[in-house]
Nanobody, 121 residues
Framework: QVQLVESGGGLVQAGGSLRLSCAAS????????MGWYRQAPGKERELVAG???????NYADSVKGRFTISRDNAKNTVYLQMDSLKPEETAVYYC???????????????WGQGTQVTVSS
């Protein structure tokens, strides 16, 4: 079984910073794309940032210049450094990873349980 466990969420004032971590564990042969999503109350889940196994990054326009995604392949971990946070970015943040459990198995998407980020004004 594969598990993704997020950490690092919490309460921060507007303009502040948080660093989220997401570690994958269990039966893992390879991890392809990893990413962070968020879902605010009453809204759809949206992509915040993604990173390929080779390190290519993409960001939502709203977070460019303020958020940085990175990964440590040796630790099967993806990070999201969030700076200059805004109240409207209050949401549950989820990580996702595209994982193959065996050398000959198809990759499938796994999600973490989510971590709450609250930005106060």
């Amino acid at each position: 079984q594969v598990q993704l466990v997020e950490s690092g969420g919490g309460l921060v004032q507007a303009g502040g910073s948080l660093r989220l971590s997401c570690a994958a564990s269990g039966r893992i042969f390879s991890i392809n794309d990893m990413g962070w999503y968020r879902q605010a109350p009453g809204k759809e889940r949206e992509l915040v940032a993604g990173i390929t196994s080779g390190g290519r990054r993409n960001y939502a326009d709203s977070v460019k210049g303020r958020f940085t995604i990175s990964r440590d392949n040796a630790k099967n971990t993806v990070y999201l450094q969030m700076d200059s946070l805004k109240p409207e970015e209050t949401a549950v943040y989820y990580c996702k990873a595209e994982i193959a459990e065996y050398w000959n198995s198809r990759r499938r998407d796994y999600w973490g349980q989510g971590t709450q980020v609250t930005v106060s004004s």
